[in-house]
T-cell receptor, first 115, second 112 residues
Framework: EAQVTQNPRYLITVTGKKLTVTCSQNMNHEYMSWYRQDPGLGLRQIYYSMNVEVTDKGDVPEGYKVSRKEKRNFPLILESPSPNQTSLYFC??????????????FGPGTRLTVT | GQQVMQIPQYQHVQEGEDFTTYCNSSTTLSNIQWYKQRPGGHPVFLIQLVKSGEVKKQKRLTFQFGEAKKNSSLHITATQTTDVGTYFCAGNVQHSGYALNFGKGTSLLVTP
């Protein structure tokens, strides 16, 4: 079954404790992306990756890191989480056209709470 | 900041009424995508529009992309309770890399 998986689905942590949210897709998509969703703000792109070892900042990259060492995986790293990073996070993947990414396949989401 | 504006933020309709949500960008878009997110779920792709003036239909849903490729709309005819959810548009700004800018979404509530 074609899917995007994220782990963990729920996470409660404390300020400053490094954490990683994993994302994996089995569709051989080139494009992968992380979004955060906050009430009233919709979905905001954090980082995206066009392919292995190619990453770029989205709208709200501050406080986050990503890496793309393998095509199927795109982990999101919070080196020193803060309460304002409490949010619902989605990973997504897609094929890439000549000028823009195609339809995004979203993972189930990770609800992160930083106290 | 977010470059794609979406209105209205909320819409409450009686079942059978029509519904429209609008997206506007200050810059030309390469494409526009529409997603639906059910409460507690993840966004699910509905459609992509690429051409200027393009109109596409999916049963009761009609999607339009403006002539200038700066605005788009989603119209639902005769809403049903299964249409409940938040509808997002997402656009890629032309000549500006591969970032995807989402609107803030329109939450649709349909009462029977």
């Amino acid at each position: 079954e074609a899917q995007v998986t994220q782990n963990p689905r729920y996470l409660i942590t404390v300020t400053g404790k490094k954490l990683t949210v994993t994302c994996s897709q089995n569709m051989n998509h080139e494009y992968m992306s992380w979004y955060r969703q906050d009430p009233g703000l919709g979905l905001r792109q954090i980082y995206y990756s066009m392919n292995v070892e190619v990453t770029d900042k989205g709208d709200v990259p501050e406080g986050y890191k990503v890496s793309r060492k393998e095509k199927r995986n795109f982990p999101l790293i919070l080196e020193s989480p803060s309460p304002n990073q409490t949010s619902l996070y989605f990973c997504a993947s897609s094929w890439t056209g000549l000028i823009a990414p195609y339809e995004q396949y979203f993972g189930p989401g990770t609800r992160l709470t930083v106290t | 900041g977010q470059q794609v504006m979406q209105i209205p933020q909320y819409q409450h309709v009686q079942e059978g009424e029509d519904f429209t949500t609008y997206c506007n960008s200050s810059t030309t878009l390469s494409n526009i995508q529409w997603y639906k997110q059910r409460p507690g779920g993840h966004p699910v792709f509905l459609i992509q529009l690429v051409k200027s003036g393009e109109v596409k239909k999916q049963k009761r849903l009609t999607f339009q992309f403006g002539e200038a490729k700066k605005n788009s709309s989603l119209h639902i005819t005769a809403t049903q309770t299964t249409d409940v959810g938040t509808y997002f548009c997402a656009g890629n700004v032309q000549h500006s890399g591969y970032a995807l800018n989402f609107g803030k979404g329109t939450s649709l509530l349909v009462t029977p």
